[in-house]
């Protein structure tokens, strides 16, 4: 549609903008009816891959501060949830529309983690160079399994 309006006394006519939906609401959608086939295992998956990759990278840095540990949570998640949009986007097809969404929306996700993962890493060193890490206290919702085997199976 066209709306008009003047400028110096002269009508002009400018398309009017129209809200569309937007890619992460469509796959958005889409993974909640895939979680609405499974919820328990959908999620599970999920969540089970978001632990393992904080775990992971919890591993690898010299200090283990609370901030560290909300960040790798945050990490796990977005991390988790592009293996979730890349399997989506297998199984539909890398060639097609659907999948490219996907891909999209995955690939964003993984941007996101990265960006985490460097954000947790400069904490974690900045914390050591700082000794900052001695004798803080870890919230037990951030605690961490630490003596399970990494691949077992998740």
Do not use: F
């Amino acid at each position: 549609m066209l709306c008009a309006h003047t400028e110096g006394g002269v009508a002009m006519t400018a398309p009017k903008t129209r809200k569309r939906r937007t890619l992460p609401s469509e796959v958005s959608r889409h993974m909640q009816a895939v979680l609405d086939e499974d919820p328990e295992g959908a999620a599970r998956v999920v969540t089970e891959t978001a632990e393992h990759l904080a775990d992971d990278a919890l591993r690898g840095l010299p200090a283990d501060t609370p901030t560290v540990r909300s960040v790798l949570a945050l990490y796990g998640r977005h991390g988790a949830i592009s293996a979730r949009l890349h399997a989506l986007a297998d199984r539909v097809g890398h060639g097609t529309n659907e999948g490219l969404r996907y891909l999209r929306e995955a690939s964003g996700h993984a941007h996101r983690a990265a960006q985490l993962l460097d954000m947790a890493t400069d904490a974690s060193h900045k914390a050591a160079r700082l000794g900052t890490n001695v004798g803080q206290q870890i919230p037990p919702w951030l605690e961490v399994d630490t003596d399970e085997p990494p691949g077992d199976g998740h």
